[in-house]
């Protein structure tokens, strides 16, 4: 009798399922999703699109490659810390310092190192959870896809940020050291499982270093490992086991105790008085959050199947606790505790994942004996239809939704980005310690190749007068502004050169008129949009 061709899919996937949990072809496969990302900032390398946050670091490697014993702020002209001065741009800079390479490329291609940290992380991370190398694949591919996106006519953008694995945040974070710090994450809690599990010295010697690493590096991510402790005391954590349990919170305290000595600039200071700069940027995690993030609220119904069936489940307390503490962040306007919600849609992923592939792996129900009583028999078969159709349908619309959303975030890393390059030719003109008034499209690019800028419009730590600054700043480039306050904002911060755009949102033809006043005009891009004016003194 001829298979019907329903039978022969179910057959085709069924055995899928059955050849990735061979380790050879699983380790295969999941390299080979994870060299997208890979494809995605190469992509940006090639194109001269990346850019966000990259500008800063890369001003940090280049301060540090300078002074790696005293550095001074790699933003502004002032003598006080900066939170990215950090053991990860102090390797970038020694690389730098050696090989004379540009800080922004030595940065783009760690990104690559990167993504091998975060893969290799993230899979001792799901082995906490599940021994499935489908499970893993499909968390891997859930992580990347299952985000809310603009292509898809929603009005929203995925949340693009460091700290977040869908694939756009990927495509420009992966040289960040907010992903070496998510990867040793990922290590440090599997770490922190076996030992609870099995013991090791070693293992916690590894998690005391990670933890102090992560501290410096990231803080959100050091507040996954704690929650992440928590989650497997939890479920580890017995009678028998309680000595491992306080070593493990021990060697977390541990690690987060030595971070406070790090000489560049002060964590105490960073996690309580200086906390609060970057509250205001962070309420971006409470905007259409809904919006953002309801493909991977399909892991829902499976976190709660996974409490029914143990109360102690790891991954389950896990989000319970992240998603405790982003509320909290939202009643207490701490905004800040908003950046545990990638880590709350990774716990979602991981759980739909190991779902998923429980349904796709789980064998033909048995048939009812045959001398069972009509009736049961009939009610076994109801049964058994309405749980595989169910099954079904959820399989059918999560890998539809990957496929929807995963072209989706594919075409718009492809067709995002501007370039850099000319305005990165105009900061090059300026020295590494002149004085740059830069108006908001011109100023991030200024610390990476240029001179100091006299405001920053992201959240900046140990600027007591942050604020004062970008009020001046905008007030200097608007056209209400009379020649004498301009001149009198040029004074007062000894600025030497000015950079604006003529394509830019605040640009009007009363600024550039008023340019005669206070300075000449000192070179300008080659399509003419950005204009570099040298300060008459």
Known sequence: ????PRATSQAFVRSLGAELALPGLGRIVYGLVWL?????????????????????????????????FGPLNPIVALDVPHTLLSPYSLLAAAIVRLSGFDPFNVLALAGFVNVVVLALGFRAFMRIFSPSNLALVLAAVFAFFL?????????????????????????YGLPYPSALAMGLAFFGLALTAGYLQRGGRLRLVAVIVIQAVVVILHPYTAFFILVGLGALIIAHGSR??????????????AGS???????????????????GAFDPEQREMYSAVLLRTWPALAGIPFLVLRLRSNRRDPLTWLIGGLAAAYVLGFLTARFTLGRELPYVVLGLDIALAIG???????????APPERAPAERAAAERATGWRARVTARTVVTICLLAVLLLGSASVFEVLTTGDSHADVEGLAMMTGQYDVVLADQPSYPAVPTWGGKVVAWNGALAFIPDIVQRRADAAAFFGSDETLAERQAILRKYAVQWVLYDRSGPAFTPAFEASIKGWGSPYATS????????????
Do not use: K
């Open 257 to 275: 105790l030595i971070a406070l000595f790090w000489p560049y600039f002060s964590v105490v200071q960073l996690l309580t008085g200086q906390v």
């Open 240 to 253: 028998a086991e309680i000595r491992r349990s306080i070593a493990a919170t021990l060697a977390i305290a």
């Open 356 to 366: 998923v592939a429980r349904i796709l792996t789980r064998p033909n129900e048995a």
């Open 1 to 4: 009798m001829t298979p019907s």
């Open 526 to 537: 080659p399509d003419g949009t950005y204009v570099l004016v040298a300060v008459t003194p």
């Open 36 to 68: 997208l990302p890979a494809l995605m900032l190469a992509w940006r390398i090639v194109g001269g699109t990346l850019a966000g946050d990259l500008f800063e670091h890369a001003a940090a490697v280049r301060e540090l490659a300078t002074h790696p």
């Open 147 to 171: 985000w809310g996106s603009a292509p898809l006519h929603l009005g929203v953008d995925p949340l693009i940020w460091s700290g977040f694995l869908n694939l756009q945040s990927l495509s």
